[in-house]
């Protein structure tokens, strides 16, 4: 594949990108606990799903989000008790976006935060989901696998003879 064609291929992948909205990517439930909720509770529901995050609400509206990473940071190897709340501990008033927005928009809100999830709300700031940064990688796989599958190991390297023997 020339070089050309890859940087085509590659031009309509990053416009779809931009255009895309988060609905159509985001296929993960949201582990959700309310505020006060035991950060014993907590890690269970995220071991359970399997979840990197889990988003702390009143009622239904987001007031913070704690990931694995806090854990890590913030729990482990600290005079912690698993029956502390997990306010404490979470990230208070996190970045958020509507279903409505765009995977561009998901990725650089990713890129400038340093963040892996990001809490996904409806117009009155009611939990709708949360957005991985596997669900943007999954999608990307799943929607442009000729493009993802024939890109060189690096976007400007040209292979010097075809694949295969």
């Known amino acids: 594949m020339s070089l050309s064609v890859t940087q ?23 582990i959700t606990v309310g505020s006060g909720e035991t950060l014993r509770k907590t890690i269970l529901l995220m071991q359970e799903a399997e ?7 009143n009622d239904r509206r987001l ?10 940071n913030k ?16 990230t208070t008033n ?3 976006l509507t279903a409505d927005g765009t995977v561009q928009e998901a990725l650089e809100m990713m890129e ?10 409806d117009g009155e700031g009611c ?6 940064s596997q ?13 993802v599958l024939n890109l060189p190991p690096r976007p400007h390297q040209v292979m010097e003879e075809p694949e295969g023997g």
């Open 8 to 30: 085509s291929k590659t031009a309509t992948a990053s416009r779809n990108l931009k255009q895309e909205k988060i609905r159509v990517v985001s296929r993960h439930e949201a």
């Open 51 to 57: 979840g990197d995050c889990a988003l702390i609400c």
């Open 63 to 72: 007031v913070g989000i704690i990931t694995e990473r806090d854990i890590l």
């Open 75 to 90: 729990v482990l190897g600290h005079n912690v008790t698993l029956d502390d709340p997990v306010d404490r501990f979470m």
């Open 94 to 96: 996190p970045g958020t």
């Open 112 to 121: 400038r935060g340093g963040y892996r999830n990001i809490p996904l709300v």
């Open 127 to 132: 939990v709708a989901g949360v957005l991985r």
């Open 135 to 147: 669900d943007i990688l999954e999608y990307v796989a799943e929607a442009f696998p000729e493009e």
